[in-house]
């Protein structure tokens, strides 16, 4: 697979003089096309700030990001992008906002009725595609949500903390949607979480990354097979990956 992302130099200050926070970088990423990349890290650590870089929605104080050789200099429209709260607005059904996606990138609504379709059904919300926001749990809006962000086929997903506030059991139950979905097309996702056990569970590549400021610490391929389920969860080799993450962060004092 060819390098997708290229992150160069990247850096993030806020603030000047002595109100000047060196919050992230300098660090160099490459990240491939079709892969399932999460970075994981100690809160505060910057991976939020990351996140935000590369959807063109926060500039970096120096370095570059480059999508397939092209330079990052605004908000990107052409990916996908779910956040620890999700977006989805009130006033519009599971269905409708799921369809506010299309309307905003001007693609033809009529020719995604399947598609929208099939993935409600992906995640078993089918049945509630006619019912708001406020009527759903908090992990059928997270799933809503992530059909939101995937509907248009993006080629690349940032996910920021999408799971954060859910309770274990949900979790569970959307890592299974978010694995399911991204095997289907593969898609590029760049995945931010504190959990060990998820990016292991999720990940074809684990970054790690420091406390603040936030810089790669090192990188870890996750050799187990998809779909990470029950069995793989269980197996002498994922608990070899955690427990040698837990070790990195056990020598930061963070675990």
């Not at 700030?49 to 990001?65: F, H, K, V, Y």
């Not at 990107?76 to 990138?105: A, C, H, Y």
């Not at 595609?129 to 809006?141: C, D, N």
């Amino acid at each position: 697979m060819d390098q997708f992302i290229k992150i160069n130099s990247l850096k993030k200050v806020f603030g000047e003089g002595e109100d000047e926070v060196h919050a992230f970088g300098p660090v160099d990423i490459s990240i491939k096309s079709g892969e399932f990349v999460s970075v994981l890290g100690p809160s505060g650590c910057g991976k939020s700030t990351l996140m935000l870089m590369m959807a063109g929605l926060l500039e970096p104080t120096s370095g570059e990001i480059y999508f397939d050789d092209k330079s990052v200099s605004g908000p990107k429209n052409d990916i996908g992008i779910m956040f620890q709260d999700n977006t989805l607005v009130p006033w519009r059904t599971v269905e409708g906002n799921i369809k506010l996606q299309l309307e905003l990138r001007n693609l033809d609504i009529s020719k995604y009725k399947d598609k929208i379709f099939n993935i409600l059904k992906s995640v078993k919300l089918e049945d509630f595609a006619k019912r708001y926001p406020s009527e759903l749990s908090g992990g059928m809006q997270q799933r809503a949500a992530f059909c939101q962000a995937m509907i248009h086929e993006p080629n690349t997903i940032l996910l920021d903390e999408p799971l954060g506030k859910l309770d274990a059991m949900t979790r569970e139950k959307i890592r299974s949607d978010i694995q399911n979905l991204w095997m289907i097309n593969k898609p590029t996702v760049i995945f931010v979480t504190h959990s060990i056990e998820e990016a292991v569970q999720l990940s074809s590549r684990v970054i790690l990354i420091s406390p603040r400021p936030g810089i790669v610490d090192r990188e870890i391929n996750i050799d187990l097979p998809y779909p990470r389920d029950l069995s793989v969860k269980r197996s002498n080799k994922f608990f070899e990956y955690v427990h040698e993450i837990q070790e990195v962060f056990h020598e930061y004092g963070v675990i």
